[in-house]
């Protein structure tokens, strides 16, 4: 089902959750717990995002089927890893090519799907092509034409996300947005990756407006780019301190990391 439209986005006061209220006390109940043993408190905090997520949903006035929730493995180990395969996880976000090399390696046999979230260079993309399942944060044609080159030789496609800029902070990554129409352009070049639609990382601010401003960004230029008659479904916006605001501009997917696994250290 497509992610709401503009015409049904709800103001920023609508959605009950925000980083500098709810965030912290999360945050803080978290860190406390050891991700490496604990099964039974990573199934407890799986529960409570799944049941954030509905609740985000049903103010948003959408349906929660709509939103998947990608469980953000970086910096913990394989058998925090495991531990989740036992709750029914089987899709798992890593920012670092080693740490999908690591894991793959310790995880072998397992049915895991690996999406590769952080920035990437072009030295990397023997192993993603060899390892990963999905890339969300392609950004520029040297990459696309590297991991291409890798996948050929795999004799594999992958799914990709373009990573877009919709942040003004000189540390985030992505495309600029102007250059998204040429960039969907030029990548139709490039047959073993399959463009499936648009990521971004809001910036950071106790500005909600400021934030979900971001997301709706993604959300605008994924609808211009569709009547440009590029088909990208999916939108991957959000992470454990502002998805209700994403869900609320129509965000697909959600990275969800701390709230799930604990405080990294």
């Not at 709800?10 to 925000?18: E, G, L, N």
């Not at 929730?69 to 089987?90: E, M, W, Y």
């Not at 211009?224 to 697909?252: C, K, V, Y």
Request: glycine letters at 8%; one cysteine or more.
């Amino acid at each position: 089902m497509a992610p709401t439209s503009s015409s049904t986005s709800r103001p920023a006061s609508a959605c009950r959750w925000w980083w500098p209220t709810w965030w912290r006390a999360i945050s803080s109940r978290a860190s406390g717990v050891d991700p490496l043993t604990d099964a039974a408190q990573l199934a407890a905090n799986w529960a409570a995002v799944r049941r954030r997520v509905d609740e985000a949903c049903q103010a948003a006035g959408r349906d929660p089927a709509e939103v998947t929730i990608l469980p953000v493995s970086k910096t913990f180990g394989a058998d925090t890893v495991r531990a989740a395969l036992g709750l029914g996880l089987h899709r798992f976000g890593e920012n670092k090519v080693q740490e999908v090399r690591d894991k793959a390696a310790a995880l072998a046999g397992e049915a895991i799907e690996w999406v590769v979230i952080g920035h990437l260079q072009t030295n990397k993309a023997k192993d993603v092509a060899r390892l990963a399942h999905e890339v969300q944060s392609l950004d520029r044609l040297d990459l696309a034409e590297a991991l291409h080159h890798r996948l050929q030789l795999e004799g594999r496609s992958l799914d990709v996300l373009v990573q877009v800029k919709t942040a003004s902070e000189e540390s985030k990554t992505g495309l600029p947005p102007g250059e998204l129409p040429a960039f969907l352009v030029a990548l139709r070049a490039y047959p073993t990756l399959h463009v499936r639609g648009l990521m971004t990382l809001a910036t950071l601010s106790e500005d909600a407006g400021e934030v979900r401003a971001c997301f709706r960004r993604l959300r605008e230029l994924r609808d211009r780019s569709a009547a440009e008659g590029h088909d990208l479904p999916r939108l991957s916006m959000g992470m454990s301190g502002d998805f209700p605001l994403a869900i609320a501009e129509g965000a697909t997917e959600i990275r969800i990391g701390t709230a799930i696994f604990g405080g990294r250290h």
